[in-house]
């Protein structure tokens, strides 16, 4: 972790600061544009509370910067793309681990899920298809999917619930054509709040999927043989 968190503070003194907030004709757009969603970024990668995974697969190697570029281009178009189709999601672009471009696409478990459910919703599980489909032209990526809660209930009820919501994403999108091999996913339970527990609407906020969709190995090489 604190390798992951050194190049994502490279990351910072190197790039500009945060990019506007625009809306798109379906969900909203956060930060589009290379170097956007930086005070985002460093959330996912080490959690509001100190806790979390890195986002990205360990690449072995540098990757220079016209590759990067590359990469992030495609990102870029590929979120906003993402924004537009997804009538119920907000869309961020950040840093991997790696200091390569990735997606953010966060889903509120009120849209996905009934209260206190794990069965994905008619309306949820169209949603899910129209984003599955959306990263058919993309598929030399991985995605990462983590469910999050409230503080609300026992710690045991929590991890359960957030496992079983990134479990059913997951499961969905393989059903879709998502190839099992690009998928991973993991219940974060409250560990990782993006507002206060103390209100209504913050834990609102902290009930949520959360979808990362970031390079893998043969993205990198493909940028770097310019057949990206």
Request: charged content about 20%.
């Amino acid at each position: 972790m604190k390798k992951y968190l050194a190049i994502f503070m490279s990351a910072l003194i190197l790039l500009p600061g945060c990019g506007n907030m625009s809306k798109t004709a379906g969900g909203t757009l956060i930060g589009s544009g290379a170097g956007a969603a930086i005070g985002a970024g460093l959330g996912a990668l080490i959690g509001k509370d100190g806790k979390g995974a890195a986002i990205g697969a360990a690449i072995g190697t540098a990757v220079g910067a016209g590759s990067g570029a590359l990469i992030g281009k495609k990102m870029d178009q590929k979120a906003a793309e993402l924004a537009a189709e997804l009538e119920n999601a907000s869309v961020e672009t950040m840093k991997d681990a790696n200091g390569l471009e990735a997606i953010k696409v966060t889903f509120g478990s009120g849209i996905l899920f009934p209260t206190n459910g794990t069965t994905l919703s008619a309306a949820s599980q169209k949603e899910l298809a129209d984003f599955a489909n959306q990263m058919k032209d993309l598929p030399d990526t991985d995605i990462t999917i983590y469910g999050h809660t409230d503080n609300t209930g026992t710690a045991a009820v929590n991890e359960r619930i957030s496992n079983q919501r990134a479990n059913a994403v997951a499961d969905f999108l393989k059903g879709k054509g998502i190839n099992a091999s690009r998928i991973t996913s993991e219940g974060l339970s409250y560990n990782s709040p993006v507002a206060d527990n103390a209100t209504a609407e913050g834990r609102a906020q902290n009930r949520r999927v959360e979808i990362y969709i970031y390079a893998n190995e043969n993205m990198v090489k493909a940028a770097e043989n310019g057949t990206l």
